[in-house]
């Protein structure tokens, strides 16, 4: 089992950054990789971002290229999503998600954390 939490969302302006953190614990050592996710209201969740635990290697929506940075730091378990120059269709309720291989599903899931991007 492994459990996830994310943190680090609010209210902030159009142009304006934040940055989220999921906090892993549990059985993290079988973590392949994990994702971003975000669901905005009356609109099904969709992928935002996502980093390989082991390798770094990272992937983007390209909604978010350029705006967002997935990383993570495998000594205290996180993987941060730094999001810039947000803009109000990125508000939404952020989730963090892990899966343990290549070709699963994301099995894990945090709460969520809500971003509201005002313009």
């Known amino acids: 089992q492994v459990q996830l939490e994310e943190s680090g969302g609010g209210l902030v302006q159009a142009g304006g950054s934040l940055r989220l953190s999921c906090a892993a614990s549990?059985?993290?050592?079988?973590?392949?990789?994990v994702g971003w996710f975000r669901q905005a209201p009356e609109k099904e969740r969709e992928f935002v971002a996502s980093i390989v635990w082991s390798s770094g290697s990272t992937s983007y929506a390209d909604s978010v290229k350029g705006r967002f940075t997935i990383s993570r730091d495998n000594a205290k378990n996180t993987v941060n999503l730094q999001m810039n120059s947000l803009k109000p269709e990125d508000t939404a309720v952020y989730y963090c998600?892990?899966?343990?291989?290549?070709?699963?599903?994301?099995?894990?899931w945090g709460q969520g954390t809500q971003v509201t991007v005002s313009s």
């Open positions: 549990g059985q993290t050592f079988s973590t392949y990789r």
């Open positions: 998600a892990s899966k343990r291989t290549v070709l699963s599903n994301y099995e894990y």
